[in-house]
C-alpha cells in the first residue's frame, strides 16, 4: 500500500485534496440551506415515491422481519441484480429505471441514479435505502428523540455491532459527518454518516461499504452528498 502511494503522481493527489474541499465547501452550503430551511417548516416531512410503486404488494410474511428486509440490501449489486422483480418486490427492492429525485423532506431531495436498488420497508425510522452500482449502500434515518444525537445512532446500528464511532467533520452547529466501522455477517463495513440534529428532529444519511477503504469512502460520501442533494430555496 505505502508504494502504491509513493509512485503516485502528486498532481493526482493535489487533485483528490482540491475535489475533497470542493465537495466540503458545497455540503456546507447544503447544510445551512438545510438548517435554515428546517427551523421555519412546520409541515410534516413528506416522503416521495419513485415512479415505481409499492402498493400492489402483498403483505409479507410474518417471517419476513424488517432485519431481514435490510440485510439483503448488504448483498452485492451483481446477485441483487440477479433476483427476479417478484423476488426483489417481496423485499420492497425495486431496480429504479431512470434518475430519480426522492425526498429528504419538504424542501430537500437526493438524487437517485439509474440502476440502482431502491427499497422502503415502511420502518418507523428508515425513510429509505438504495445501493448504487458500486455496491455502495445508503441508508436514510429520521426520528423525533430527545437523546443525544451520536448516543442515538449508535443505538441505530447496535444490531450491526458498530465500532470505531467518531466525529469526522463538523459542518455546522446542527451538522456534521462521523465515521463508523459495522459487520454484517461476518463482513466489515467502513460506514460514514451526514448527522443532522435540531429540536429533537434527527436525519442520518449512512454509506456503507464493504469494499471501500475508509478514506476513499469518506471522500465518495463527500462528493455524493454535495452533488447529490438537491435543495428548493
Not at 1 to 20: C, F, G, H, N, Q
Not at 67 to 83: E, G, I, T, V
Not at 111 to 120: D, R
Given at each position: 500500500?505505502?508504494?502504491?502511494?509513493?509512485?503516485r503522481?502528486?498532481w493526482?493527489?493535489?487533485l483528490?485534496?482540491?475535489?475533497?474541499i470542493?465537495?466540503?465547501v458545497?455540503?456546507?452550503?447544503?447544510?445551512n440551506?438545510?438548517?435554515?430551511?428546517q427551523s421555519?417548516?412546520k409541515?410534516?416531512?413528506e416522503f416521495?415515491?419513485p415512479?415505481?410503486q409499492f402498493?400492489?404488494q402483498?403483505?409479507?410474511?410474518p417471517a419476513h422481519?424488517?432485519?431481514?428486509w435490510?440485510?439483503?440490501?448488504?448483498k452485492r449489486y451483481?446477485?441483487l441484480?440477479?433476483?427476479?422483480q417478484t423476488?426483489?418486490?417481496?423485499f420492497?427492492i425495486?431496480?429504479?429505471?431512470k434518475?430519480?429525485?426522492?425526498a429528504?423532506?419538504?424542501?430537500?431531495?437526493?438524487?437517485?441514479?439509474?440502476?440502482?436498488?431502491?427499497?422502503?420497508t415502511?420502518?418507523?425510522s428508515?425513510?429509505?435505502?438504495?445501493?448504487?452500482?458500486k455496491?455502495?449502500?445508503?441508508?436514510v434515518?429520521?426520528?423525533e428523540s430527545?437523546?443525544?444525537?451520536?448516543?442515538?445512532?449508535k443505538k441505530?446500528?447496535a444490531?450491526?455491532g458498530?465500532?470505531n464511532?467518531?466525529?469526522?467533520?463538523?459542518?455546522?452547529?446542527t451538522?456534521k459527518?462521523?465515521?463508523y466501522?459495522i459487520?454484517?455477517e461476518?463482513?466489515?463495513f467502513?460506514?460514514?454518516?451526514y448527522?443532522y440534529?435540531?429540536n429533537n428532529y434527527?436525519?442520518?444519511i449512512?454509506?456503507?461499504?464493504s469494499t471501500?477503504?475508509q478514506m476513499?469512502?469518506?471522500?465518495e460520501?463527500?462528493?455524493?452528498?454535495?452533488?447529490?442533494?438537491?435543495?428548493?430555496k
Amino acid at each position: 500500500m505505502e508504494d502504491e502511494y509513493k509512485e503516485r503522481p502528486v498532481w493526482r493527489t493535489v487533485l483528490s485534496i482540491v475535489i475533497a474541499i470542493f465537495a466540503v465547501v458545497r455540503l456546507v452550503a447544503t447544510c445551512n440551506k438545510m438548517d435554515s430551511r428546517q427551523s421555519k417548516a412546520k409541515e410534516p416531512i413528506e416522503f416521495k415515491m419513485p415512479e415505481q410503486q409499492f402498493s400492489d404488494q402483498r403483505p409479507l410474511p410474518p417471517a419476513h422481519a424488517p432485519k431481514a428486509w435490510n440485510s439483503l440490501l448488504y448483498k452485492r449489486y451483481k446477485y441483487l441484480d440477479s433476483l427476479d422483480q417478484t423476488r426483489l418486490r417481496d423485499f420492497y427492492i425495486v431496480k429504479v429505471a431512470k434518475d430519480s429525485l426522492v425526498a429528504l423532506d419538504i424542501k430537500s431531495q437526493l438524487k437517485i441514479e439509474k440502476g440502482c436498488f431502491f427499497q422502503n420497508t415502511h420502518d418507523d425510522s428508515l425513510k429509505f435505502a438504495f445501493k448504487t452500482k458500486k455496491n455502495l449502500n445508503v441508508f436514510v434515518h429520521d426520528f423525533e428523540s430527545s437523546t443525544a444525537v451520536d448516543k442515538s445512532f449508535k443505538k441505530l446500528k447496535a444490531g450491526s455491532g458498530i465500532k470505531n464511532f467518531k466525529e469526522f467533520i463538523k459542518l455546522s452547529p446542527t451538522t456534521k459527518l462521523v465515521t463508523y466501522n459495522i459487520a454484517k455477517e461476518g463482513i466489515k463495513f467502513n460506514g460514514i454518516a451526514y448527522v443532522y440534529d435540531q429540536n429533537n428532529y434527527k436525519m442520518f444519511i449512512e454509506f456503507e461499504s464493504s469494499t471501500l477503504p475508509q478514506m476513499k469512502l469518506n471522500h465518495e460520501a463527500l462528493i455524493y452528498v454535495a452533488s447529490h442533494i438537491k435543495v428548493s430555496k
